[in-house]
Nanobody
Framework: QVQLVESGGGLVQAGGSLRLSCVASGRTFSNYAMGWFRQAPGKEREFVAGITWSGYITYDQDSVKGRFTISRDNAKNTVYLQMNSLKPEDTAVYCC????????????????WGQGTQVTVSS
C-alpha cells in the first residue's frame, strides 16, 4: 500500500502562485510514477501532469503547460506541483496519484490516490 497526503492548496488571486506537495508513505516511493489530477465542480477528473521515478515529465498540453511545473524528491518521498499564473478556471480539487510503471493520463491507470487539496483562484 501507498498512502498519499496532499497539502498546499488555498485561495489565491488570479495571476498568483501556489505550490502543492504530495507526501508518500508505505512502499518505496521511487518505484512509482506520480500524477497530479484535478476535478472542478460538475466536471470529470482530468490529468494535469505526471512524472516517472527517473524524472521524465508529461503535462496536459492544453491547460497548464508553461504555467505548472511538476517535480519530485525521491529522498523526501514527495512530489510537487508548482502553479504559476493561476487562472479562475484552475479552481479545482487537486489530487496526487501513484502507479507502477510509466506516467498515464487516465485516472483509471492509477492504483493509489490522496484525498486532495482545494485550490480556489479568484478573479
Amino acid at each position: 500500500q501507498v498512502q498519499l497526503v496532499e497539502s498546499g492548496g488555498g485561495l489565491v488571486q488570479a495571476g498568483g502562485s501556489l505550490r502543492l506537495s504530495c507526501v508518500a508513505s508505505g512502499r518505496t516511493f521511487s518505484n512509482y510514477a506520480m500524477g497530479w489530477f484535478r476535478q472542478a465542480p460538475g466536471k470529470e477528473r482530468e490529468f494535469v501532469a505526471g512524472i516517472t521515478w527517473s524524472g521524465y515529465i508529461t503535462y496536459d498540453q492544453d491547460s497548464v503547460k508553461g504555467r505548472f511545473t511538476i517535480s519530485r524528491d525521491n529522498a523526501k518521498n514527495t512530489v510537487y506541483l508548482q502553479m504559476n499564473s493561476l487562472k479562475p478556471e484552475d479552481t479545482a480539487v487537486y489530487c496526487c496519484a501513484a502507479r507502477s510503471g510509466g506516467v498515464a493520463q487516465s485516472n483509471a491507470m492509477y492504483n493509489y490516490w490522496g484525498q486532495g487539496t482545494q485550490v480556489t483562484v479568484s478573479s
